[in-house]
């Protein structure tokens, strides 16, 4: 006979002639099957995350520095002495989309934070850039904007992670 299952059917699988659909076991396999599939994929999803966070800090370290190096050749921003504490030291805005300096004194009328990477610390932090007399660009990110006293300059960056 043909759709007939022949055999011992100790744990009622058989399936009749005529009945259509799955059995309690077959849907607790597939259940158990996906339940594992979830489990493996969300520690990759949550590390892909952060590594996007990462590069998108990275990303607003490499534009402040090109900024700051075109506003400073072009004479629109003067660097100043390396001792020189606040001078010379702009807060990165980031959150228009295009990117902005904006200098220490002037920041207090800040937007929201918007350093995300957590592998660095940089979560709700800003990004200050620094312009020397020199030229040199320093970079940092910082929980606060009220100035730069206490900041590290070039130091936990993203973009020294790639």
């Known amino acids: 006979m043909a759709g007939i299952w022949?055999?011992?059917?100790?744990?009622?699988?058989?399936?009749?002639?005529?009945?259509?659909?799955?059995?309690?076991?077959?849907?607790?396999?597939?259940?158990?099957?996906?339940?594992?599939?979830?489990?493996?994929?969300?520690?990759?999803?949550?590390?892909?995350?952060?590594?996007?966070?990462?590069?998108?800090?990275?990303?607003?370290?490499?534009?402040?520095?090109?900024?700051?190096?075109?506003?400073?050749?072009?004479?629109?921003?003067?660097?100043?002495?390396?001792?020189?504490?606040?001078?010379?030291?702009?807060?990165?805005?980031?959150?228009d989309g295009t990117g902005t300096l904006v200098p220490w004194s002037d920041s207090i009328e800040k937007g929201s934070a918007y350093g995300k990477c957590v592998t660095h610390g940089h979560q709700d932090a800003y990004l200050w850039v620094k312009v020397l007399e020199d030229g040199t660009i320093q970079l940092a990110w910082a929980k606060k904007i009220n100035g730069t006293a206490g900041v590290t300059w070039d130091k936990d960056l993203c973009g020294d992670a790639h």
């Open 6 to 95: 022949k055999g011992d059917d100790s744990l009622g699988i058989a399936k009749m002639r005529g009945e259509n659909g799955f059995t309690l076991a077959e849907m607790l396999i597939v259940v158990a099957v996906i339940a594992v599939l979830v489990a493996v994929s969300i520690p990759m999803v949550s590390s892909a995350l952060d590594r996007v966070r990462c590069t998108t800090d990275a990303a607003n370290e490499r534009s402040a520095k090109a900024i700051a190096a075109v506003q400073f050749l072009s004479g629109e921003i003067k660097g100043a002495a390396e001792s020189e504490g606040t001078n010379g030291a702009y807060l990165y805005k980031a959150g």
